[in-house]
């Protein structure tokens, strides 16, 4: 048995809630009522991958925004577990939530610190573009992140799709 991807339940909140504060440390971690709180929005998706042990190893959220005529979204979090990274999770997260927003339509935003690199490469070659920085974004720490977009596929002339 392999691990599974699938929507977070509100009884996943507190591994995720754990998770973030791994992670997140720095920068306000999620708790485990925010998770719920973002479950109980009907405009955002939570998905998660469970290993083997039904064990939440990674997750990751979206708000599908806008309307029929102007629709956006927005990736909330991504978050792997440390001791799982290097295998694709945050890969396979990443293509979960932008199955959903191609669908939904419109152009996909997300912040990210400006010294993720990891993250960074991981957007940057699903086509997210740096559009802005915002400063001392982070809090606690004061770490600053970048704005970056990614257009809808269908926005993307034919010749620079990959």
Known sequence: MSDTLGPMRPADAE???ELESLLFAGDG???ADAFRSELDHSHNRYVVIRDQSDVVI???GIALLGNTFAPE??????????????????SLLLAELLRL??????PVFLEVRTDNDA???LYEREGFEVVGTRRNYYQ???ADAYTMRRPHPSAVPEEQQS
């Open 73 to 90: 979204s927005e990736v909330h979090t991504i978050g792997v577990d440390p001791e799982h990274r290097r295998r694709g999770l945050g």
């Open 119 to 121: 993250a960074l490469a």
């Open 101 to 106: 927003a191609d669908r939904h339509g419109g």
């Open 15 to 17: 591994r995720c809630a």
């Open 29 to 31: 971690p999620w708790s």
């Open 140 to 142: 606690p720490s004061g």
């Open 58 to 60: 990674g997750y990751a």
